[in-house]
């Protein structure tokens, strides 16, 4: 027994070890290889990660094409880099993978509804603003939430690594969170009743409500009004100056304006003012 | 970018909480699922009619389904049939149901082994079905399956890493939580790993002192 002991505890020792070092390595390695704007330019495709389920800013349709208000804009952006709206890898992504995607140089650019925070801009270089957003939450209609004093002893469903879920963590740690990985679980649950509301965007709740009949966005809009805006990995700037010269330039020509009537007018019908959430040319009003 | 001790330390009770909802579900999981399997392993032993057929076709069924696919259906599928299990109630039968298949598995190739001499011996001093069962034909089974036993406890142990998909809050699962919002990656990966190690290692220690102390049933084989 007394060498079983001894096995255990230089084994534990080893494989601390050993998992400091692979520590240490893959923390130094992150920051290595860069990405500039030649090398897309040279391969001819740029990879842009974006959702798959957050309907109708990113989302597949029918046919299985990446569509939404983040792609429509994204392929835009694409088309006057490489002169081709195709020449586009789509990388598909969950909340919580997008600062960790970027850093780890599996996608160039994120497109994927990406609000604007202190704690993100320390690890990723955020671009100019395309959008404004604050949160909210959506409940039933027949119980509704309409205030955050409503939720007490009662669960609030979120998704991992949205604003939502650091939100209500810093600002209300006593209100009990029910936290997924994927929006689309989120929503599941939402439904199913295992929550008596979900925050999340208030610009995609809206939508959401007025596709699912029986439920209300009872709290429309929650904490700051943040922005959303492309972003790419820290210090890659060169990519950076030209995503925002490329957005003051359909700011020009009010493109994002044209963007939501595009993807997003269908969806809210006249629920949500258009000025409340576009931003062109990456000034807030 | 250096790795920050601070956040390793404010986060220790966060990791603290996940160890002991995953020992939960894992423990309960696991002994659970030696009793199922233990169960299925009889019926298909003594080929009871319908019931064994019943068994044979869960361990098919469970044995080559994913627990993340059994999760969802618990989960999410059977609200739709008007059940709502709580989730943690979902993590562990998930577990058992997974864990049942391969442990009745395990359980049949021990009883396989008994050599038919040893029966006929039991038959002969006229022990009953149950007295075979209790003190000729499982303590020998056992005795085989130990090892198998063993590796499934750690396999279902690991397999428990998936329930973030229902929401519990397990290691695997406040490790994304974290990186979702404080981005310390490295930190809490390395944490992540550690935790794994500190539930992990005793049970193979403890495993390969059980493999030995159950040899005894190595002779005349």
């Given at each position: 027994?007394?060498?079983?002991?001894?096995?255990?505890?230089?084994?534990?020792?080893?494989?601390?070890?050993?998992?400091?070092?692979?520590?240490?390595?893959?923390?130094?390695?992150?920051?290595?290889?860069?990405?500039?704007?030649?090398?897309?330019?040279?391969?001819?495709?740029?990879?842009?990660?974006?959702?798959?389920?957050?309907?109708?800013?990113?989302?597949?349709?029918?046919?299985?094409?990446?569509?939404?208000?983040?792609?429509?804009?994204?392929?835009?952006?694409?088309?006057?880099?490489?002169?081709?709206?195709?020449?586009?890898?789509?990388v598909?992504?969950?909340?919580?993978?997008?600062?960790?995607?970027?850093?780890?140089?599996?996608?160039d650019?994120?497109?994927?509804?990406?609000?604007?925070?202190k704690?993100?801009?320390e690890?990723?270089?955020?671009a100019?603003?395309?959008?404004?957003?604050?949160?909210?939450?959506?409940?039933?209609?027949?119980?509704?939430?309409?205030?955050?004093?409503d939720?007490?002893?009662?669960?609030?469903?979120?998704?991992?690594?949205?604003?939502?879920?650091?939100?209500?963590?810093?600002?209300?740690?006593?209100?009990?969170?029910?936290?997924?990985?994927?929006?689309?679980?989120?929503?599941?649950?939402?439904?199913?009743?295992?929550g008596?509301?979900?925050?999340?965007?208030?610009?995609?709740?809206?939508?959401?409500?007025?596709?699912?009949?029986?439920?209300?966005v009872?709290?429309?809009?929650?904490?700051?009004?943040?922005?959303?805006?492309?972003?790419?990995?820290?210090?890659?700037?060169?990519l950076?100056?030209?995503l925002?010269?490329?957005?003051?330039?359909?700011?020009?020509?009010?493109?994002?304006?044209k963007?939501?009537?595009?993807?997003?007018?269908?969806?809210?019908?006249?629920?949500?003012?258009?000025?409340?959430?576009?931003?062109?040319?990456?000034?807030?009003? | 970018?250096?790795?920050?001790?601070?956040?390793?330390?404010?986060?220790?009770?966060?990791?603290g909480?996940?160890?002991?909802?995953?020992?939960?579900?894992?423990?309960?999981?696991?002994?659970?699922?030696?009793?199922?399997?233990?169960?299925c392993s009889?019926?298909?032993?003594?080929?009871?009619?319908v019931?064994?057929?019943?068994?044979?076709?869960?361990?098919?069924?469970?044995?080559?389904?994913?627990?993340?696919i059994?999760?969802?259906?618990?989960?999410?599928?059977?609200?739709?049939?008007?059940?709502?299990?709580?989730?943690?109630?979902?993590?562990?039968?998930?577990?058992?149901?997974?864990?049942?298949?391969?442990?009745?598995?395990?359980?049949?190739?021990?009883?396989?082994?008994v050599?038919?001499?040893?029966?006929?011996?039991?038959?002969?001093?006229?022990?009953?079905?149950?007295?075979?069962?209790?003190?000729?034909?499982?303590?020998?089974?056992?005795?085989?399956?130990?090892?198998?036993?063993?590796?499934?406890?750690?396999?279902?142990?690991?397999?428990?890493?998936?329930?973030s998909?229902?929401?519990?809050?397990?290691?695997?699962?406040?490790?994304?939580?974290?990186?979702?919002?404080?981005?310390?990656?490295?930190?809490?990966?390395?944490?992540?790993?550690?935790?794994y190690?500190?539930?992990?290692?005793?049970?193979?220690?403890?495993?390969i002192?059980?493999?030995?102390?159950?040899?005894?049933?190595?002779?005349?084989?």
């Amino acid at each position: 027994m007394k060498r079983t002991i001894t096995k255990f505890f230089s084994a534990v020792v080893m494989l601390s070890a050993f998992l400091l070092t692979v520590g240490v390595l893959t923390g130094s390695s992150s920051a290595a290889e860069k990405k500039a704007l030649d090398t897309i330019k040279e391969n001819g495709k740029i990879r842009i990660a974006v959702f798959a389920d957050k309907p109708p800013f990113g989302y597949l349709d029918e046919s299985g094409k990446n569509t939404g208000f983040d792609i429509v804009i994204a392929k835009r952006v694409v088309k006057d880099l490489l002169g081709d709206e195709n020449a586009v890898e789509w990388v598909l992504l969950e909340p919580a993978n997008r600062v960790e995607y970027l850093e780890a140089n599996k996608v160039d650019i994120v497109f994927a509804n990406f609000t604007v925070t202190k704690e993100r801009a320390e690890r990723v270089d955020f671009a100019l603003p395309y959008m404004k957003v604050a949160l909210g939450v959506v409940s039933p209609i027949a119980a509704p939430i309409k205030e955050i004093a409503d939720l007490k002893g009662k669960k609030l469903i979120v998704v991992k690594g949205t604003t939502a879920e650091t939100f209500f963590a810093e600002n209300y740690p006593e209100v009990d969170l029910l936290k997924f990985d994927e929006i689309s679980e989120a929503f599941q649950a939402l439904t199913d009743g295992r929550g008596a509301g979900l925050s999340n965007d208030n610009t995609f709740l809206f939508a959401w409500a007025n596709q699912n009949k029986g439920y209300v966005v009872g709290v429309p809009s929650l904490g700051s009004l943040d922005t959303i805006a492309p972003a790419v990995r820290k210090g890659n700037t060169e990519l950076l100056n030209w995503l925002n010269d490329e957005l003051k330039k359909l700011g020009a020509e009010k493109f994002i304006h044209k963007a939501f009537d595009e993807a997003l007018a269908p969806f809210y019908g006249d629920t949500v003012n258009q000025e409340d959430l576009v931003v062109e040319g990456g000034v807030v009003k | 970018m250096g790795f920050d001790w601070e956040f390793v330390v404010s986060v220790m009770p966060i990791y603290g909480a996940a160890i002991l909802l995953t020992i939960k579900i894992a423990v309960l999981g696991t002994l659970l699922s030696l009793l199922v399997g233990a169960v299925c392993s009889l019926l298909l032993y003594y080929r009871v009619k319908v019931a064994g057929s019943l068994v044979k076709g869960y361990i098919e069924l469970s044995r080559n389904t994913p627990l993340v696919i059994q999760l969802f259906f618990l989960y999410y599928g059977l609200p739709k049939l008007g059940i709502m299990l709580p989730n943690e109630v979902c993590a562990i039968f998930g577990l058992t149901f997974l864990g049942g298949g391969y442990m009745a598995e395990s359980f049949r190739s021990g009883l396989d082994a008994v050599s038919s001499v040893q029966l006929d011996l039991g038959l002969s001093i006229g022990l009953n079905t149950f007295q075979m069962i209790r003190f000729v034909v499982f303590p020998q089974a056992l005795s085989v399956a130990m090892p198998s036993l063993g590796a499934n406890c750690v396999f279902l142990i690991k397999e428990t890493s998936v329930v973030s998909i229902i929401a519990l809050r397990d290691l695997m699962s406040v490790t994304k939580e974290l990186i979702g919002m404080y981005y310390n990656t490295v930190e809490s990966l390395l944490l992540l790993v550690v935790c794994y190690l500190l539930i992990l290692l005793p049970v193979s220690f403890l495993l390969i002192f059980l493999e030995r102390r159950f040899r005894y049933a190595e002779f005349g084989v």
